[in-house]
């Protein structure tokens, strides 16, 4: 009985040792994480001044997708193209925009990683590098948003679809239009949390839900064959629908081009 004793009270000793260790090692880390934010402007409210709160943000990809996305859909794209051409138009430049964002941050993300022998970067981490780029968003993405980049994005994009037999109006169209895109997809992109845009849905075939989906022309009956044409948005990579922000825009599968 009195091993078993002595054996608890020793167990005891070490819990308590460890539950101390435990605090020390959580409050240093509470500390760290405190001088790191103050390293960083901006970092002790939810965002800089100058970049978008999440609620706004959200507002300002629901009106892209209403309103920008729209305008350039029946002014120039529904009128000369069938629906091929207007899945390829809106997959090629969502994509390429969102690559060229991507290009623009994963030197960083790499040399961090590199240097200090990680797969990923943790919450932490990540959370500070988005402060620090909402704090001076403007001067990075006018450093990453670069002229050629968008001519040559249109160039791609009228070489395969003739838009307007390649005018220069409708070519201005496409340039501002990704212009727009780059900026909203730039700013979901340093949003904390991240706002993700599911481009993967765009050109899928489905049947109509109005729990996942918004009709981007017209009244379309629950269950109807469509194509989805514009992305959802969710709060997080995991499309789960309870993270989800804005609905994808459809049409139907037999949709009337004018």
């Given at each position: 009985m009195d091993i078993i004793t002595n054996k608890l009270t020793s167990v005891k000793k070490e819990r308590d040792q460890y539950q101390k260790e435990n605090r020390e090692l959580q409050n240093e880390i509470f500390i760290l994480q405190s001088n790191?934010?103050?390293?960083?402007p901006g970092f002790s409210s939810n965002t800089s001044s100058s970049f978008p709160m999440i609620n706004e943000l959200q507002n300002r990809l629901s009106e892209f997708f209403k309103c920008d996305c729209?305008?350039?859909?029946?002014?120039?794209?529904?009128?000369?193209?069938?629906?091929?051409?207007i899945v390829f138009f809106y997959k090629n430049a969502?994509?390429?925009?969102?690559?060229?964002?991507?290009?623009?941050?994963?030197?960083l993300d790499n040399l961090m990683k590199k240097t200090i022998c990680i797969d990923f970067l943790w919450t932490p981490i990540d959370n500070v590098l988005r402060k620090s780029f909402?704090?001076?968003w403007k001067m990075i993405y006018s450093q990453m948003s670069l002229e050629p980049n968008y001519?040559?994005?249109?160039?791609?994009?009228?070489?395969?679809l003739k838009l307007q037999d390649e005018n220069p109006q409708a070519n201005k169209i496409i340039v501002d239009f990704l212009k727009k895109t780059s900026e909203i997809f730039f700013c979901c992109y340093i949003s904390d949390p991240?706002?993700?845009?599911?481009?993967?849905?765009?050109?899928?075939?489905?049947?109509f839900n109005p729990v996942k989906h918004d009709s981007l022309?017209?009244?379309?009956?629950?269950?109807?064959?469509?194509?989805c044409i514009l992305p959802s948005c969710f709060k997080s990579n995991l499309n789960l629908q309870e993270n989800c922000i804005i609905k994808s825009q459809i049409l139907p599968y037999d949709y009337e081009f004018p």
């Open positions: 790191m934010r103050q390293m960083i729209q305008d350039i859909f029946f002014d120039l794209l529904s009128p000369e193209l069938n629906m091929e051409g969502f994509t390429k925009i969102q690559d060229m964002i991507k290009n623009y941050f994963d030197p909402q704090s001076n001519y040559s994005i249109m160039q791609f994009i009228q070489s395969n991240q706002i993700f845009l599911d481009l993967s849905c765009i050109g899928q075939r489905t049947a022309d017209g009244f379309i009956k629950q269950k109807h064959d469509c194509i």
